[in-house]
T-cell receptor, first 112, second 114 residues
């Protein structure tokens, strides 16, 4: 089963609105990463957040991590049509080995 | 600097054949990881190579193998292809690997098995 699961599966918003997607995981982690994937292409790294961090920002992106709830959220503020993509979270297993587990992703559509 | 390059971009193979995919990492990166992406199973980790050694392996059958050369370029091989092997195969490189560093992905090789 997937370690990380994104929610919602799909999100459709208008340009200028904020988009929030969530990631839940099952076991303790050391690191959590968020990636973006444009249709059928490679993934682009967005943000890395470590288990001892609660919030990180990068431009219009804000990521939070709640280890007690085993969940993370990605907020994209003032969305643009170019933000249309699938967004994935990836987690490790907390044991130090590099076997990342990806969720199924949230498909975001931003209408101009 | 040049990104991660995967070749070929598209491939059509017949069931039972074998295939080799190539990945050239970013210069200076020593870790290369491979992933399989399908609509049904999502993104799944295949294996990671570091300094020519397989360091981590996902839960895939032995038909899936790989190697890394001294210049960090990596190849992935799938033998006795099955219809279910149709997928987008992605490789990612990073300086030393691990989930605490950024990985850079290639555009992928889309493999279709008929």
């Amino acid at each position: 089963s997937q370690q990380g699961e994104e929610d919602p599966q799909a999100l459709s918003i208008q340009e200028g609105e904020n988009a929030t997607m969530n990631c839940s995981y099952k076991t303790s982690i050391n690191n959590l990463q968020w990636y973006r994937q444009n249709s059928g292409r490679g993934l682009v790294h967005l943000i890395l957040i470590r288990s001892n961090e609660r919030e990180k920002h990068s431009g219009r992106l804000r990521v939070t991590l709640d280890t007690s709830k085993k969940s993370s959220s990605l907020l994209i503020t003032a969305s643009r049509a170019a933000d249309t993509a699938s967004y994935f979270c990836a987690t490790d297993d907390g044991g130090g080995s590099y076997i990342p587990t990806f969720g199924r992703g949230t498909s975001l559509i931003v209408h101009p | 600097k040049a990104g991660v390059t995967q070749t070929p971009r598209y491939l059509i193979k017949t069931r039972g054949q074998q295939v080799t995919l190539s990945c050239s990492p970013i210069s200076g990166h020593r870790s290369v990881s491979w992933y399989q992406q399908t609509p049904g199973q999502g993104l799944q980790f295949l294996f990671e190579y570091f300094s020519e050694t397989q360091r981590n392996k996902g839960n895939f059958p032995g038909r899936f193998s790989g190697r890394q050369f001294s210049n960090s370029r990596s190849e992935m091989n799938v033998s006795t292809l099955e219809l279910g092997d149709s997928a987008l195969y992605l490789c990612a490189s990073s300086l030393v690997g691990g989930m605490d560093t950024e990985a850079f992905f290639g555009q992928g090789t889309r493999l279709t098995v008929v």
